[in-house]
T-cell receptor, first 112, second 115 residues
């Protein structure tokens, strides 16, 4: 089955800095890569996703890049704000069922 | 639009007791998922329903876990008997349907502590 590795487990930045979270996956047939943000006491919320026919996608301060050859993808957050503090999960899936396999999460702390 | 509702939000039980969780998905969402999220890990799928039929329950420990989705709307997940290792957050999610929408909407979860 699919295996998703996520790094780092904890990331501490100053407000205004950029943050980068990296993930690798094992199943070359995976073609859908969502990123979720989970705040304390809440369920994960989709913040951005990318499909295998696209190399990069951007939405305001958030961008995701995908390298299918190397089987890795990354989340980039620019101009970080304290409200960006949360746990971020990457995931990978394939096929019509779109059941994602999640990474272990990255706890992002943005210091004001 | 109302989100995915779950209850209870917290539950503490002793090992060998039973417990049930309830989920009400977003109106019109045909697909419903139950995930287990152990502290420090990502969510792991337990079971997926399409309307009231099971699509995937390969990772559900069927000797102690059961789930149903009567009438294709609400769903309940039951654990009987509970073990210490069942302590986790149980998340319910829903989506429009298989292949028709990638996005899953998650509820707030039920935090289960087994002592």
């Amino acid at each position: 089955g699919e295996n998703v590795e996520q790094h780092p487990s904890t990331l501490s930045v100053q407000e205004g800095d950029s943050a980068v979270i990296k993930c690798t996956y094992s199943d070359s047939a995976s073609n859908y890569f969502p990123w979720y943000k989970q705040e304390l006491g809440k369920g994960p919320q989709l913040i951005i996703d990318i499909r295998s026919n696209v190399g990069e996608k951007k939405d305001q301060r958030i961008a995701v890049t995908l390298n299918k050859t190397a089987k890795h993808f990354s989340l980039h957050i620019t101009e970080t704000q304290p409200e960006d503090s949360a746990v971020y999960f990457c995931a990978a899936s394939r096929g019509g069922s779109y059941i994602p396999t999640f990474g272990r999460g990255t706890s992002l702390i943005v210091h004001p | 639009e109302a989100g995915v509702a779950q209850s209870p939000r917290y539950k503490i039980i002793e090992k060998r007791q039973s417990v049930a969780f309830w989920c009400n998905p977003i109106s019109g969402h045909a697909t419903l998922y139950w995930y287990q999220q152990i502290l420090g890990q990502g969510p792991k799928l337990l079971i997926q329903f399409q309307n009231n039929g099971v699509v995937d329950d390969s990772q559900l420990p069927k000797d102690r876990f059961s789930a149903e989705r009567l009438k294709g709307v609400d769903s309940t997940l039951k654990i009987q008997p509970a073990k210490l290792e069942d302590s986790a957050v149980y998340l319910c999610a829903s989506s429009l349907g298989l292949g028709s929408s990638y996005e899953q909407y998650f509820g707030p979860g039920t935090r289960l502590t087994v002592t």
